[in-house]
């Protein structure tokens, strides 16, 4: 092998062990084995925030706390099941009408005692998450997407708790 080719491929060799150095180095989103992005603690953060502006929000009367927490189009449905008949159908709001609700009084009337505001982040994939809130009387499900910059809720899909006589 002669000097000159020699030469080529450790030049060769250190440009690409410098370009992979950089790259593993990069201060970009994080990114994972399959170049999927990375949740990041603001992620988490993020998405705790908002289901509890959300929840919060509920309890307080705090509309613009639930303002902040909402994407415009959110859908939030329940299944309801007529005894009767046992035929399902889906009863939703919108965050129109959850803000206005808020703005009425929310849940401000739920004694402090019965205000439970449980949290768990069951998963986050890129810019999707799905959260559970425990709240006094039913469970939420929440569905999050980052959006401008920030964890919203878009859907969310609730139960009530059974009663206890």
Do not use: C
């Not at 307080?60 to 009767?84: C, F, Q, S």
């Not at 994939?125 to 559970?132: I, S």
């Amino acid at each position: 092998m002669s000097v000159q080719l020699r030469r080529s491929v450790v030049a060769l060799t250190i440009l690409t062990l410098a370009t992979v150095t950089a790259r593993g180095q990069s201060t970009a989103t994080p990114q994972g084995a399959a170049g999927e992005r990375v949740a990041t603690a603001a992620d988490s953060n993020g998405i705790r925030d908002a289901a509890m502006d959300y929840i919060q929000g509920w309890y307080e009367g705090n509309a613009v706390r639930m303002e902040r927490a909402l994407h415009p189009e959110l859908a939030k449905r329940i299944v309801r099941t007529d005894p009767k008949t046992g035929h399902s159908a889906f009863s939703s709001m919108s965050a129109l009408t959850l803000i206005n609700g808020v703005k009425a009084g929310g849940g401000t009337n739920t004694p402090a005692t019965h205000r439970r505001t449980d949290y768990r982040l069951l998963d986050i994939y890129e810019n999707a998450a799905v959260a559970r809130v425990d709240a006094g009387d039913w469970v939420d499900y929440l569905q999050l997407a980052k959006w401008n910059g920030r964890w919203v809720i878009v859907n969310v899909l609730w139960e009530l708790r059974p009663q206890t006589p």
